[in-house]
């Protein structure tokens, strides 16, 4: 009897320890369960801004044709080593920079939960704002960059049409007054005299040597401007003409993470401003000299001890600092200083910000937060 009370006893034991583990046992289960089932992060993409820089070079194109009568310069003139052969020379007269902003392919992001509903984007995509009222943006014209020489026209012949002389002289009773075609060498030896002649009319007109001056000064001075202007038509068959032009040029170019200096466009002598892929000219270097002093503060005041920081996926940039410099054959030819948002630190908007209370707002430009909003409640 003893021993059935003892199995009933050892059975009834049994029994309360199955009915206390099994809804344990159940519990457990579905909490695995829940933890183990699919998870959904869906959210809002955005990105942060990055700094582009629009440059605009000003340049000058010198073109020099030689005068065909350059050989004969020393020998009627006196002047010497005259230049025989024609030349292209291109100089930066001023380069200008313009930064612009676009959404950074190294910083895209995925806002999560409630905030995901509550963001605003601008139209490229890059954050604007969260709990904040939607601005207009303006629409920006977009520029069009010339980046090298689509014409092949050649230089024109600045010779080509101009006549110093008449081709035939009137002939004398000798061939029955027929025109006597001139040689060559009589042609320049005519241009030399001209130039000799306006050289001495001016001088005997400044000098009041002629037996009948100008009737008043406007006269005086248009005749010595006259003069001038036959004698340097003359003088361009010796020593030829210069023509120069101006031309505008413009790139856009995306400074690296590291801003390290390379090669922003070139300088060729045939075709002038060219892209920096153009391996015919000399390249124009762009470097940066980054503020790291500050950007190093910034890095390290935006660690955060909390380990929920970055839950929601919201995050901003303190951009940094750079002087740029251009440099072309050792010499810098253009200076500038800017903010440039990829030189910056990223770092996880506090998720206390984000629970509604706050409305923050985003430049556009930068991706740093501009002002953040204690909403009325």
């Not at 020393?74 to 313009?98: A, D, H, Y």
């Not at 002629?210 to 068959?237: I, Q, R, W």
């Not at 390290?300 to 995050?315: I, L």
């Not at 706050?358 to 953040?372: C, K, Q, Y």
Request: include cysteine; charged fraction near 25%.
């Amino acid at each position: 009897m003893s021993d059935l009370k003892l199995k009933y006893k050892n059975y009834l034991v049994l029994l309360i320890a199955l009915m206390i583990i099994v809804p344990v046992y159940g519990q457990k289960k579905k909490k695995d369960d829940e933890t183990t089932g699919p998870v959904y992060n869906d959210g809002v993409i955005y990105a942060l801004p990055r700094t582009g820089i629009h440059i605009k070079v000003q340049a000058v194109k010198e073109t020099f044709q030689p005068g065909p009568y350059a050989a004969y310069a020393e020998q009627l003139l006196g002047i010497k080593n005259v230049k025989t052969r024609p030349s292209v020379n291109w100089l930066i007269e001023e380069v200008t920079m313009e930064t612009f902003s676009e959404p950074d392919p190294e910083q895209v992001h995925k806002a999560l939960g409630e905030v995901a509903s509550n963001i605003n984007l601008a139209p490229d995509g890059c954050i604007a704002g969260i709990y904040a009222e939607q601005t207009p943006v303006a629409i920006k014209k977009l520029p069009t960059n010339q980046v090298g020489q689509t014409s092949g026209i050649s230089e024109p012949d600045y010779f080509q049409y101009y006549t110093d002389s008449p081709l035939y002289s009137a002939g004398d009773s000798t061939n029955n007054y027929r025109p006597v075609k001139l040689s060559e060498e009589q042609k320049i030896s005519k241009a030399a005299q001209r130039i000799l002649e306006c050289r001495r009319l001016q001088f005997e007109i400044a000098a009041g040597l002629v037996d009948e001056l100008p009737p008043d000064g406007e006269a005086y001075k248009a005749s010595l401007k006259e003069l001038k202007k036959t004698e340097e038509d003359y003088m361009s068959l010796f020593v030829g003409k210069y023509k120069t032009a101006k031309k505008t040029f413009g790139f856009d170019y995306i400074p690296k993470y590291d801003g390290k200096s390379e090669a922003v466009f070139r300088i060729s002598e045939e075709n002038g401003i060219v892209p920096a892929s153009d391996l015919s000219g000399k390249p124009v270097m762009i470097e940066f000299d980054v503020e790291k002093e500050l950007n190093q503060k910034f890095a390290e005041m935006a660690k955060s001890d909390n380990p929920a920081a970055g839950e929601s996926g919201v995050y901003y940039r303190v951009p940094g600092k750079a002087t740029i410099r251009f440099i072309h054959d050792m010499n810098v030819i253009a200076t500038g200083r800017a903010t440039i948002a990829q030189f910056g630190t990223v770092a996880a908007v506090p998720e206390n910000l984000l629970l509604g209370n706050h409305a923050l707002v985003w430049d556009p430009e930068t991706g740093v937060i501009s002002n953040i909003l204690l909403k009325k409640q």
